[in-house]
């Protein structure tokens, strides 16, 4: 509620207005007057807003811009709205995202690469700064409800704890309401699910029907009537953004099993496809030509016959997870539609966060894991085969080759992460609002980027830029209002100049020309690239649609001009330096905060869905968990502790009475080692030592299983995880989501007795296997 009048909104929350008249004594008194408390709202006109963010879609993946997935929310809301053909984004994830949603360059928020490669320099710490307030906190203090489901990449990973800090979780960040995922990506058939900050379970399995896009769908649904039903006069705020289509393709077999034979043709004739429709369809020019192959991803041809089953395979999934998605989006248009308010809400429908994703290989994943791992041996053409209707399942953490990705760019060079060229930044986008957009089906082909969003936003809904939120003087917007072509197919664009970088990959757009150069792929994205100086730079002119044409030899002096104006721009949005460092990935060496030191880590029973940054690594050493216990006369059985789940980690617990141990490498093979006693009633001590053998990561150890000190089982573990368990957590007392161990199941996993603590421990072992509780409290106080 607020007092407030009629005031400026230039400063938020707006400052209440005090009380002018006459105060009397008794409330009584005739003369005793204060005007009604009015609900905050924002102005009169202002509409619903709903932006739909997909991921990792090319620009040539949807019907609606001519690709091979079927679309028809798409094609829908393009046929009563508009198309836009040249609207960009970063070319990865967490930038375009922080840029969507604060209206600025994504160095300018601190979101120069993804989260978990951040570092103190300002322009990749991923941290907002407080003078760039974000557009949904901008919204609910003017009067919005606002709401956001699906995924979350903007949180550092020091701050992805259930304990936060949470102000730049979804709830810190104007949004009050989330239902989602915090993280780059997630099994979509047992995914991480938090509510506001609050970890939930899915309400079904897998084989229940389960989906993570249908589940967020739901809830999205349901917010929105019960938002109408309660507050009908107070438009609301909605990001859409569900991890499709995101790595691991995920879907129900009835979706990808519509698309077998579609793509035996290949990728490269794949494209010719696509152009051509591209072109009927209006949304690439007449002649635009289609870009040269790249010539590391090899040709169609070169592809094995007998692995060219397993690629086609790869796709008919990824289309059928792209409809999959369509679909339930549409279950969101038609929600507005039942509540008669779909004309009065403005819809982005932007078809993508960067480009199609090329992280797949050039053969695609079975298990995506395995690559991150070092680990291509377990991608081995046999195994793979042997899996090609998995894919899409549960069993599966797949990806497609990289050669598709091109083919979902078409008809632009390169892909994701590449923020050089157009197949990494330009994603099809479509704009919707009856009300405010007269002509219908039209197709606008100004420059834009995802800044504009935020400005086209607030204008739409009469609300000024805010001068002041807070109380922290605010930063001007970077971005444009998109207003202006709404109506007008010709008008002129507000845009002139648009820098991009990622990882040193780089361009400028200024006036139609672009210069650009691409500095690293993702398939080579894990090796040391060249120095930022010997980069090669291209050249491409307002008339080349496609940046087809390179005409740095002919005009070596634009070439020099836009390189300068890329630097001057550079060093004006925090760009500099780049960094494409491969110390980045370790937070010691980039120089960010951990959530865990020093060489032990204390737990208890109940704690859960601590991620991989919330939990002491294991790997590629010797370690031991000592977990204390109490046993009920009953027996015992479920889960003491475990970390990951079915395609990979590690877990200790009770089985038949008896601990066990189990290592899960990557979902290809599996470790147990069993005591030869069962744990007895009462309390008790129960740890496992891993002993590792050394000479190199990702080797193998001796696990041996102790009671109360007693050894009561040892055996080996071959192998083990280098880099990663998964995109899964660590719970202690049971197991969430997919199961590390075969030995039991998603439910019913819950360790009967209690599990009163877990400690683990890194390096030498104690002499008498046993953990003192002065030792115990010692290292408690230590990490308060």
């Known amino acids: 509620m607020s007092t407030q009048g009629e005031v400026q909104r230039s400063i938020l929350p707006m400052p209440d207005m005090p009380h002018a008249g006459l105060t009397t004594y008794d409330a009584r008194d005739p003369d005793t007057r204060f005007p009604p408390i009015k609900p905050l709202r924002p102005p009169k006109e202002a509409p619903n807003v709903l932006i739909i963010l997909l991921d990792d879609v090319g620009f040539g993946a949807s019907s609606a811009f001519g690709g091979p997935a079927n679309t028809p929310t798409a094609e829908r809301l393009a046929n009563t709205g508009l198309k836009y053909n040249r609207f960009h984004t970063t070319a990865l994830c967490a930038p375009t995202r922080a840029s969507l949603l604060t209206g600025r360059n994504h160095h300018s928020v601190g979101m120069g690469s993804i989260t978990e490669a951040s570092t103190p320099a300002p322009g990749y710490n991923a941290m907002r700064p407080n003078n760039k307030a974000p557009l949904p906190e901008i919204l609910r203090l003017n009067g919005y409800s606002t709401a956001q489901f699906g995924k979350c990449h903007e949180v550092p990973p020091w701050e992805t704890s259930p304990m936060g800090p949470f102000d730049r979780w979804p709830t810190g960040s104007g949004f009050e309401y989330f239902y989602g995922f915090v993280g780059g990506e997630t099994n979509q058939y047992y995914p991480a699910i938090y509510e506001g900050t609050t970890p939930v379970e899915q309400d079904r399995l897998p084989e229940e029907g389960y989906h993570f896009t249908e589940d967020m ?190 083919a979902m760019n078409t008809p632009y060079q390169w892909s994701k992460m590449v923020a050089s060229h157009w197949g990494g930044t330009r994603n099809g986008t479509v704009v919707h609002w009856p009300r405010g957009i007269q002509t219908q089906g039209e197709i606008r082909n100004q420059f834009m980027h995802v800044i504009d969003i935020a400005p086209t936003v607030l204008e739409v809904a009469g609300i000024p830029e805010p001068t002041q939120v807070h109380g922290i003087t605010q930063s001007p917007m970077e971005g444009v209002s998109l207003l202006y072509t709404f109506n007008d197919a010709s008008a002129p664009e507000c845009r002139e100049t648009q820098y991009f970088e990622v990882s040193g990959n780089r361009g400028i757009y200024h006036k139609g020309w672009s210069a650009v150069t691409p500095h690293v792929a993702s398939w080579r994205a894990h090796l040391p690239q060249v120095p930022f100086d010997e980069d090669v730079w291209e050249l491409y002119g307002p008339d080349d649609w496609s940046q087809a044409r390179d005409l740095a030899g002919e005009m ?88 990951g789940g079915m395609f990979g980690g590690w877990s200790l617990y009770a089985k038949d009475g008896r601990l066990k141990y189990c290592y899960n490498l990557l979902g290809h093979k599996t470790w147990f080692v069993e005591s030869d006693q069962p744990v007895p009633v009462g309390q008790h001590q129960v740890r496992m030592e891993f002993a590792y053998d050394g000479g190199g990561i990702g080797k193998g150890g001796l696990a041996t299983l102790f009671i109360d000190g007693k050894k009561v089982g040892s055996g080996r573990v071959e192998e083990t995880h280098m880099m990663i368990f998964s995109t899964e957590d660590c719970d202690v007392g049971r197991e969430t989501g997919s199961t590390v161990s075969p030995d039991y199941g998603p439910r019913g996993n819950k360790f009967s007795g209690e599990v009163n603590w877990v400690q683990i421990d890194l390096g030498l072992d104690d002499q008498d296997h046993l953990i003192s509780p002065e030792e115990r409290f010692s290292f408690a106080m230590a990490r308060q």
């Open 556 to 643: 070596p002096e634009e070439l020099e001009r836009l390189k300068l104006l890329w630097l001057i721009e550079a060093a004006r949005y925090n760009v500099l330096p780049m960094d494409d460092r491969l110390e980045r990935l370790n937070p010691d060496l980039a120089g960010r905060p951990q959530l865990v030191h020093g060489k032990s880590q204390l737990l208890f029973g109940g704690m859960g869905r601590l991620n991989e940054w919330s939990v002491i690594s294991i790997k590629n050493k010797s370690h031991s968990v000592t977990a204390d216990v109490t046993v009920p006369d009953s027996g015992v059985e479920g889960v003491i502790v475990a970390q």
């Open 217 to 406: 769908t739901n809830k999205a649904i349901k917010w929105i009537r019960q938002q109408k039903a309660l507050m009908p006069d107070k438009p609301f705020f909605i990001y859409y953004a569900p991890g499709a289509t995101h790595a691991p393709h995920h879907v129900p077999a009835e979706w990808s099993d519509k698309y077998r034979g579609k793509f035996d043709q290949g990728y490269e004739k794949l494209r010719e496809e696509i152009l051509a429709r591209q072109k009927a369809l209006g949304v690439v020019p007449p002649d635009c030509e289609l870009t040269p192959w790249n010539k590391e991803v090899p040709h169609w041809e070169q592809i094995p016959d007998d692995m060219k089953p397993v690629l086609i395979r790869q796709m008919e999934v990824y289309a059928g997870f792209l409809e999959h998605t369509d679909y339930h989006i549409g279950r969101v248009i038609d929600a507005l539609e039942d509540l008669e308010i779909l004309d009065d809400t403005l819809i982005y429908y932007i078809i993508g966060d960067n480009g199609a994703s090329a992280e797949g290989t050039f053969t695609g994943a079975f298990m995506e894991l395995t690559f991150h791992n070092g680990r291509p041996d377990l991608e081995a053409p046999e195994i793979v085969k042997a899996h090609i209707n998995d894919f899409g399942t549960p069993k599966a953490y797949n990806h497609y080759a990289a050669g598709w990705a091109m």
